[in-house]
């Protein structure tokens, strides 16, 4: 059993809806909104595909000249992506563990502070909110994977939106 990094699962489960050049796959993870909860920065893109390569799981075209490496998932990339695939979404994992981080050391930086901090993160999820609704609106014949993603992100900034202003609340009493 091959265990995949998330950066790499989220490349080969990309791969795994048609070929693709890491441009492409960077054009995708800013398209569907994945930005916000994935680390895969642009100039990593191209060091996971060199190692989804070495693992087997994926396989680049030989290209001529200046034309881009174009990257497909392999067999073996298709059965160890089902696995992690299944195994990820059935396991409960840290989420949101910078901000978890934050709150739990957040008695260290008193009430108003912790206000200000809240009031910041308000703003910036409110601002996402508004970006993932547009974003659905303009998306057309999005893979479920992708409708799905958008759909939880906007139920977990809602989510966290209530909870925000309920803790502002209590921390203004």
Known sequence: FMKLSLSEQLIVGILSEQARHGYDIEKIITDRGMRKWTD?????????????????????????????????ITDTGV????DETKKRIAERKPANT??????ATSNLIGASEL???????????????????DKQSTIENMPQSARQLLE?????????LRWLNKELERTKQ
């Open 115 to 133: 206000a200000k901090s809240l009031e910041q993160r308000k703003v910036e999820l409110a601002s996402d909110l508004e970006a993932l609704k």
């Open 79 to 82: 059965s160890v992506l089902k």
């Open 152 to 160: 939880l992100s906007e139920t977990l900034l809602k989510s966290e």
């Open 40 to 72: 895969v920065g642009f100039s990593s893109i191209y060091y996971v595909l060199e190692q989804l390569e070495k693992k087997g799981l994926a396989i680049s075209n030989d290209t001529k000249g200046k034309e881009k490496k174009q990257y497909s």
């Open 98 to 103: 910078h901000f978890m981080t934050g709150l």
